[in-house]
T-cell receptor, first 110, second 111 residues
């Protein structure tokens, strides 16, 4: 069966520090991969998606970036965090129509 | 573009009450429709889905019917439990790679 791992579960970072969140998928190949952000009390915002290694599409301009160095690995990064980057970050994968989500990372920028 | 509009919350109910969360969509084409549920502090779980008009998705006592004529996919449950307290998201996907979500509806069920 397929599983998705996302870490860390919680993270507190100072403003201006770098960020690296990692997501890996097991049990499938060539998945579509996604990063979403959920701000407090708000819905889900699609940040990036990828249909293959090295292929990244950005939905919202911001100081975040994403990379896919391997087929089942998706990384969300920032060189300098802003207070507004705080939120709940969710990684997801899909092959057909439905998507499967990781447990999320609670990021607090202080 | 494609979008989902769902009923704003929060919704507070007593146990065994009837729950309905409205969801309507705008899409260029015929999307697949989903309801996801998010329990506190967790990621999203697929609750149910429907891939074509008049399909009814069902799971854990929840149901939703894909209504093309009204572009709707309302979620219903006849008798809620405290354990149904969560945030519910309506979502759609066309023949591309993006899953579009509604804003989410927070449901609290009181004993």
């Amino acid at each position: 069966s397929q599983t998705i791992h996302q870490w860390p579960a919680t993270l507190v970072q100072p403003v201006g520090s770098p960020l690296s969140l990692e997501c890996t998928v097991e049990g499938t190949s060539n998945p579509n991969l996604y990063w979403y952000r959920q701000a407090a009390g708000r819905g889900l915002q699609l940040l990036f998606y990828s249909v293959g290694i090295g292929q990244i599409s950005s939905e919202v301009p911001q100081n975040l970036s994403a990379s896919r160095p391997q087929d089942r690995q998706f990384i969300l990064s920032s060189k300098k965090l802003l207070l507004s980057d705080s939120g709940f970050y969710l990684c997801a994968w899909s092959r057909t129509f439905e998507a499967f989500f990781g447990q999320g990372t609670r990021l607090t920028v202080v | 573009g494609n979008s989902v509009t769902q009923m704003e919350g929060p919704v507070t109910l007593s146990e065994e009450a009837f729950l309905t969360i409205n969801c309507t969509y705008t899409a260029t084409g015929y999307p697949s429709l989903f309801w996801y549920v998010q329990y506190p502090g967790e990621g999203l779980q697929l609750l149910l889905k429907a891939t074509k008009a008049d399909d009814k998705g069902s799971n854990k006592g929840f149901e939703a019917t894909y209504r093309k004529e009204t572009t709707s996919f309302h979620l219903e449950k006849g008798s809620v439990q405290v354990s149904d307290s969560a945030v519910y998201f309506c979502a759609l996907r066309l023949n591309d790679y993006k899953l579009s979500f509604g804003a989410g509806t927070t449901v609290t069920v009181r004993a």
